[in-house]
């Protein structure tokens, strides 16, 4: 059973969520907030596997909650989804750094906004390829968030350029194409290199490439 913790200050959404996840048989609704700060504590009573978190909210925000749950050792297996109005605002980018496992619009379709809890569930980013070379096209035109170096200096030559091809968003099946290794290998170094620069799943390991520098975003043209 996945147990799922609402964060909305809309009633209407909390409401018409849970009916959604209710009629599954293996989702469980397990507590609603209407803030960021009522999130972080439910998630702590609640010990949830799937947070789904609005981002803008009155007082504490999606971002904010997102950053204390992550930080939380008690909380380290919960993860975290953001919603979204709009598929890549200006939030997402925040949100991810935050420690968020992936983010879903609120116009998706139920069927792939149920799946997508499963996916985060099972330990996986909700960030498809295609939405991550998206993200990576976003990069652009932002900002660079600058990262320790350390992090990058315990990274072997090898780790560094499997960073690199998750950063231009390859699957684990592509970069063992592409480095002409096992899938098992490949998903090896991507859990190795997750571990010493401590991102949580796929989707930090993508900002990390970038903000790192593995990763140059370039613009086209």
């Not at 979204?84 to 983010?103: H, I, M, S």
């Amino acid at each position: 059973m996945i147990r799922v913790l609402l964060v909305d200050d809309q009633p209407l959404i909390r409401t018409g969520l849970r009916a959604l996840l209710d009629a599954e048989d293996d989702l469980e609704v397990v507590g609603e907030a209407g803030d960021g700060a009522e999130g972080v504590e439910l998630a702590a009573q609640h010990r949830p596997d799937v947070v789904l978190m609005d981002v803008q909210m009155p007082g504490t925000d999606g971002i904010e909650a997102t950053r204390r749950i992550a930080e939380r050792e008690d909380l380290r297996d919960t993860r975290v989804v953001v919603l979204t109005n709009y598929g890549l605002d200006e939030y997402v980018f925040d949100a991810l750094r935050a420690g968020a496992a992936g983010f879903l619009v609120k116009d998706t379709d139920p069927a792939e906004l149920v799946q997508g809890l499963r996916v985060v569930a099972e330990g996986a980013a909700l960030l498809s390829p295609t939405i991550t070379r998206t993200l990576i096209g976003e990069f652009v035109s932002r900002p660079a968030h600058q990262v320790d170096g350390d992090a990058v200096r315990h990274l072997t030559p090898r780790e560094r350029e499997v960073v690199a091809l998750v950063g231009h968003g390859l699957s684990n099946a592509e970069i063992a194409e592409r480095l002409v290794v096992s899938p098992t290998t490949a998903k090896t170094h991507v859990s190795r290199a997750m571990a010493k620069v401590h991102a949580r799943d796929r989707a930090q390991l993508v900002v990390f490439a970038y903000e790192s520098g593995l990763v140059q975003a370039r613009t086209s043209g």
